[in-house]
Nanobody
Framework: VQLQASGGGLVQAGDSLRLSCAAS????????VGWFRQAPGREREFVGS????????YFADSVKGRFTISRDNAKNTVYLQMNSLKIEDTAVYYC???????????????????WGQGTQVTVSS
């Protein structure tokens, strides 16, 4: 699976932004997808995930209630909708995928097999 993350940019605090993770190469609906982010000088941080097919989701506490994840299996794309953005959301955002056989939305400990390149999100005051 090849992943392509896009949609990053420069926004102001309180704004919204939608990131996309487009996949090619396999039947993407069978893959769980996770979103991660990494700010300068910090470790990579789990943001949220969506399960295969039906799309159960799981979010880190830091983004719960502000971010949502959805998937359009016909387009082989997963979206990260980010609302009420904060300065501390500034980071490079990555999507990752793993073939899944169950329907759970996994937390940060799932080992993903495929990673996309990052897309920069910068939130200014």
């Amino acid at each position: 699976v090849q992943l392509q993350a896009s949609g990053g940019g420069l926004v102001q605090a309180g704004d919204s932004l939608r990131l996309s993770c487009a996949a090619s190469g396999r039947t993407f609906s069978n893959y769980a997808v996770g979103w991660f982010r990494q700010a300068p000088g910090r470790e990579r941080e789990f943001v949220g995930s969506i399960s295969r097919s039906v799309g159960n989701t799981y979010f880190a506490d830091s983004v719960k209630g502000r971010f949502t994840i959805s998937r359009d299996n016909a387009k082989n794309t997963v979206y990260l909708q980010m609302n009420s953005l904060k300065i501390e959301d500034t980071a490079v955002y990555y999507c990752a995928a793993k073939y899944q056989t169950d329907w759970r939305a996994y937390g940060p400990n799932l080992r993903y097999d495929y990673w996309g390149q990052g897309t920069q999100v910068t939130v200014s005051s």
